[in-house]
């Protein structure tokens, strides 16, 4: 059985902070890459960040310098730290698990719930 819950979105005022989590399990967990997407109304689910097992990280322009991807392979956990979020920051965001595919990734086709992310005053 797949497992993908994100958790840890909210309401947050310009400028603030958000950590994500997504608890996987194992098998998903060892895959060969883990990230996270983020999707906005009438928009395409964006890449946001992503992380291999040996550590290696590599984020979108739009979020370089501002967000730290993580992971604890105790707790088969993924993070997602944020910090001055901008009103564009606004999306649910996902989690996902994936295997080297050439010059890209191919991630599961299995998606969670997702968590709110909202950036407003």
């Keep these: 059985q797949v497992q993908l819950v994100e958790s840890g979105g909210g309401l947050v005022q310009p400028g603030g902070s958000l950590r994500l989590s997504c608890a996987t399990s194992g098998s998903?967990?060892?895959?060969?890459?883990?990230?996270?997407?983020?999707?906005?109304?009438?928009?395409?689910?964006?890449?946001?960040?992503?992380?291999?097992?040996?550590?290696?990280t590599n984020y979108a322009d739009s979020v370089k310098g501002r967000a730290t991807i993580s992971r604890d392979n105790v707790k088969n956990t993924v993070y997602l730290q944020m910090n001055s979020l901008k009103p564009e920051d606004t999306a649910v965001y996902y989690c996902n698990a994936g295997a080297r595919a050439g010059a890209a990734y191919h991630w599961e086709n299995y998606w969670g719930q997702g968590t709110q992310v909202t950036v407003s005053s």
């Excluded at 990230?35 to 040996?54: D, F, M, N």
């Design 28 to 56: 998903i967990f060892s895959r060969y890459v883990m990230g996270w997407y983020r999707q906005a109304p009438g928009k395409q689910r964006e890449l946001v960040a992503t992380i291999t097992s040996g550590g290696s």
